[in-house]
């Protein structure tokens, strides 16, 4: 199969095949530049020319974790000094800052069952009568939503059914990023060898449970973390399934993989900017016109506008508060620069809840009905942040302060 065979028919509507991807996955130089430009004109006729945003808090309930991902820093053992686990007074402090700076979406994102390994955890749960961190979880969560309004969306790692059907009713929408389908990235040499819950099966297990429970999924895929482009391919294809069957996916995540000091994988190399977009096309190719595809601007601050021409819609959660916990060296970008950068390229930036319009839209489908309120307060008519909220929305003037803005709409 060739490139333009391929991309004609990508074109003309077809689906994107895995051999066609496969294809697809060797295109260079002009042939590289026909596959962003199909994947940019595809997200055009499908989204327009709006980028959306969700300004939010980033709340690490726990850096404790079970697991031992070869790239990761933001897991502790409880004898280092940076463990931490946040008091739910804590939470809320943090919360209540956020609303008055304009965020709705609180994200929480913890280590996976550190009460596994850790007896630390244990006692501290043990003390408020609780088992699991989730449970302490849908705690916070509970919280957070009574008390501010603001909307929580939780990350916690691998979920059972009845987790699921428990935290959805305190949660507008959830999140488990698939990583990648490669089991062979849990070999000895993997990045995932020491990593029980990475394990790919039980991933996309989650999400299924997610799927069928009619609850609105976030998910994505780690890009450079020793992967082939088949196996990329085949993370995306896997989630385009769940999809297909679920209709629940309301965001893939395409994030790279960033080298630091303190991780195993110190001296891996990063992916080249070239092959983030190549990704990115692909994934819009293959998940179609309709699904929301996220990058992160923050790990990638030199070359994230060239993502709007492979095909991204969304910036994901951007904070005037809280760092990127989960990559403390890569500060958010200032609203108005983003903002501005986003404009340069031809769009418009707008915020959104951490629920997606096509989803909030469904209504009762996949909004618990004890939420509709919460989400009425925020949500204006065409199911993105009402624009009062607009106005309320800050630069992210870091650390000269912060500045509220008016965001022209
Ligand atoms: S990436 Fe997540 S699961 Fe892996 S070690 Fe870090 S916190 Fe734990």
Known sequence: MNVGAVLKGCVAGKTLSRRGAIALSSAQGEELARLLAAASDLRDRHKGKTITFSPKLFIPLTNLCRDF????????APDEPDANTMTLDEVLQVAHQGKRLGCTEVL?????????IYPEMRQFLDQLGLRRTLDYLYNACKLVLEETGLLPHSNPGLMGKKDLERLKAV??????????????LMLPSGPHFDAPDKKPSLRLKTIEEAGKLGIPFTT?????????????????????????????????IIQNFRAKAEIPMRDHPEPSVDEMLKTIALARLI????????????????????YLH?????????????????????????LMILSQKTAEAGFR??????????????????????LFPYVERLCGEDGLLKNDF?????TFQRPEGLKVQELQG
């Not at 929480?108 to 596994?116: H, I, Q, R, V």
């Not at 016109?289 to 601050?301: F, R, S, V």
């Not at 990559?327 to 970008?333: L, Q, R, S």
């Open 69 to 76: 991902c070869g790239y990761c820093t933001f897991r502790k």
């Open 108 to 116: 929480f994102s913890l280590g996976d069952k550190p009460e596994a």
């Open 171 to 184: 949660n507008i929408s959830l999140g488990l990023m698939l990583e990648n389908v490669s089991e062979r």
């Open 220 to 252: 994505g895929i780690l890009i450079g973390i020793g992967e082939n482009w088949e196996e990329r391919i085949d993370s995306l294809l896997a989630i385009r399934e769940l999809h297909e069957r679920y209709g629940h996916i309301q965001e893939v």
């Open 287 to 306: 998940l179609g016109g309709d699904m929301n595809i996220q990058a992160p601007p923050n790990l990638a601050p030199e070359s994230y506008p060239l």
């Open 310 to 334: 492979a095909g991204i819609n969304d910036w994901g959660g951007v904070s005037p508060l809280t760092p990127d916990y989960i990559n403390p060296e890569a500060p958010w970008p200032a």
């Open 349 to 370: 930036l707008k915020p959104r809840l951490a629920v997606y319009p096509e989803f909030v839209h469904q209504g009762g489908k996949f909004i618990p009905a004890s």
């Open 390 to 394: 607009l106005r309320r929305l800050v």
